[in-house]
């Protein structure tokens, strides 16, 4: 369901004229759309990113798959790494994975512009968002516990 701002001297109640509402005006420059359409300049938006959204989930699966032959070669050295270095592969995946989601849905939506399209697209980019952000705690902790680890290790041969 889409919101439908009211009509000039309209009531909630009814759509009969009301003389004594305050005047309403529409602040924003975009016009509402009638029933469960979605705005041309919101679908217009998203297609200008399904491009760019598309080509960085390429860049991920490549990285990931350049991280696979690079856990396979390592698995000769050394099987631990090898684990981690394909471990590490599937953790630049996913992200690729549930941008190329949300480029695919964003099609689904221009092709078929409805609500229930752009709310699968957006879950999409939320999915990838969230990750992201879980992603960037990790990244962080992690150098903090090596930074901690190389201080310690440091300040031991002192």
């Known amino acids: ?85 394909f471990v590490f592969a599937l953790l630049v995946i996913y992200p690729g994975v549930k941008l190329a989601q949300y480029s695919s849905k964003i099609s689904k939506l221009i092709a078929t512009p409805n609500e229930e399209n752009l709310i699968i697209a957006l879950e999409q980019q939320r999915a990838f968002w969230k990750y992201a952000g879980i992603a960037g705690i990790f990244l962080i902790l992690m150098l903090i516990l090596f930074a901690v680890i190389a201080g310690t290790l440091v300040s031991s041969f002192s």
């Open 1 to 85: 369901m889409s919101y439908q701002p009211p009509s000039p001297g309209t009531t909630r109640e009814n759509s009969e004229i009301n003389p004594y509402a305050s005047p309403t005006s529409n602040t924003t420059g975009i016009s509402p759309v009638e029933g469960n359409a979605i705005n041309p300049i919101i679908i217009d938006t998203l297609r200008k990113t399904k491009g760019w959204t598309r080509f960085i989930s390429i860049l991920l699966f490549i990285l990931g798959g350049l991280y696979i032959l690079g856990g396979i070669g390592n698995l000769f050295v050394s099987f631990l790494s090898g684990i981690f270095i």
